[in-house]
């Protein structure tokens, strides 16, 4: 008999714990991920994202996966490219401004036509300006 109760007891726990899970799983609406998992052996000659003093160049045309930390004086920003999608290169970023609790979500989402090619961005104490490319972005 304590052996069923216990068995029972046990199977209870498991449903219990199954029904925790899947309560808190919410599965995203949106397709764009906001995250992206970085090549371990990046080089400096082949990234998408390439960062010269105070300028920061993307290459949507080449359009590769790629993450990067943009450290400046009162913060970061952080740019991810996804890949090619229809013609455009899909861009995630955000950023914070003197915030060490910034949970390092990557909010902004971008889709930009390949055509733009390499384009130039700078950075400053508060950020990399990415105002050029906004009308691209959600």
Do not use: H
């Not at 949507?60 to 930390?69: I, K, S, V």
């Amino acid at each position: 008999m304590k052996k069923v109760l216990f068995i029972i007891f046990g199977i209870i726990i498991v449903l219990v714990a199954i029904t925790i899970i899947l309560t808190r799983y919410k599965p995203s609406d949106n397709s764009i991920p906001t995250t992206v998992k970085p090549k371990p052996n990046y080089s400096e000659t082949t990234r998408t994202i390439k960062k010269d003093g105070e300028i920061v160049y993307i290459d949507f045309e080449q359009c590769t996966e790629d993450l990067r930390r943009i450290d400046v004086a009162f913060g970061s920003t952080t740019i991810g490219v996804v890949g090619k999608d229809n013609g455009n290169c899909i861009l995630i970023y955000g950023g914070e401004v003197e915030n060490p609790n910034w949970d390092g979500e990557l909010k902004n989402k971008c889709s930009i036509p390949i055509s733009l090619g390499k384009t130039t961005f700078k950075s400053g104490p508060y950020g990399v300006d990415l105002s050029t490319i906004s009308q691209y972005c959600n």
